[in-house]
């Protein structure tokens, strides 16, 4: 991978204490990510708290400004919008890779998926050096999706996000949300919706499926029509995503694409996976069925790892391009 590196690099993780932030954290270093220093960073709630890498608990320092990524190879961005754009627009290190991307329309950063982005097209894109990531879901879409021939005229799916599709906070939130509807204590406002044990609509369901949509245009070009619900589960962790499609001659050779799709893993002669199966996993777990009408799938992911993944993925293929060497 570094072959062509003429020296380890100065890596920084912005957002750390995060639920993707550690994610990446622990990928850098299980993928053996040729780095001298690895810096953690968070904002001053998440500053001073310690974040696992393999066997260490490594401390995490407050970013106080941009600034503090000057002499940094690689950043990064595992933060909120306005403070990755804060960074872009500084530009404190050669290559930044914004992992808040997943949560935008394509607004001409290019993103970065093993399997749909071909690694000649992500080094093509280098001259900017600011590179994003798809949301898992456009992911896991694009991946099912793009494997199979012939396509389907149309797929309708129901994407099912867990709290920390949203962030730590939001797990924290429903934790206690949980903790005091058990214990009969939950006190609201009339108008809020309960979090815990309970299934609805996202309140930002359009937007989200709106941006879901620009991005699978931008990673692939042979996407059928979609149509897209999104709901909130009361689940800690993980997201869920159900597709139907209506039958089409030569859908038997589906089962063989998604077997060999890569990203993709093919669940078989077993019980459905559950939401919280593949945690820890790099790759979509699908269950496919084929009916009297059509084909329907059960797909479960490990949101935060499959955004780490695409991240390390690009700094791993720009990096050994000599960008820089």
């Not at 456009?138 to 099912?160: D, N, V």
């Not at 709290?163 to 809020?192: C, F, H, P, W, Y």
Request: with cysteine; proline share 6%.
């Amino acid at each position: 991978m570094n072959a062509t590196l003429s020296r380890d690099l100065r890596v920084a993780v912005v957002g750390a204490t995060g639920v993707i932030g550690s994610q990446l954290a622990d990928l850098l270093a299980a993928r053996g990510f040729p780095f001298s220093e690895l810096k953690l960073f968070a904002s001053e709630r998440g500053a001073a708290e310690t974040v696992t890498i393999g066997n260490e608990e490594e401390l995490v320092t407050e970013l106080t400004s941009p600034a503090d990524l000057a002499g940094f190879d690689l950043a990064f961005l595992a933060a909120s919008q306005s403070i990755a754009s804060e960074i872009i627009r500084a530009r404190p290190a050669p290559i930044l890779i914004d992992l808040s991307t997943a949560y935008r329309k394509s607004s001409g950063i290019p993103l970065a998926a093993p399997g749909l982005i071909s690694r000649e097209i992500l080094i093509g894109f280098k001259r900017g050096g600011v590179f994003g990531i798809p949301h898992p879901c456009a992911y896991a879409l694009a991946a099912i999706l793009g494997a199979l021939e012939p396509k389907p005229a149309f797929a309708g799916a129901t994407l099912m996000m867990g709290a920390s599709t949203a962030g730590k906070i939001e797990v924290d939130k429903l934790m206690k949300k949980s903790a005091d509807l058990l214990n009969a204590r939950l006190e609201q406002a009339e108008d809020e919706q309960q979090l815990a044990f309970n299934l609805f609509p996202d309140e930002d369901e359009a937007n989200l499926a709106a941006i879901i949509a620009s991005q699978l245009a931008t990673i692939s070009d042979s996407m059928p029509p979609i149509e897209l619900r999104i709901v909130r589960a009361p689940i800690f962790y993980g997201t869920a995503l159900s597709i139907i499609m209506p039958k089409v001659s030569g859908m038997d050779s589906w089962r063989d694409r998604l077997r060999s799709a890569p990203g993709l893993m093919l669940v078989e002669n077993e019980r459905p996976p559950s939401v919280i199966d593949p945690a820890g996993a790099e790759a979509v777990a699908v269950q496919f069925e084929i009916g009297g009408n059509g084909a329907s799938l059960w797909c479960v992911i490990d949101n935060a790892r499959i955004a780490a993944m695409c991240a390390v993925w690009a700094a791993e293929n720009l990096i050994s391009n000599s960008l820089l060497s």
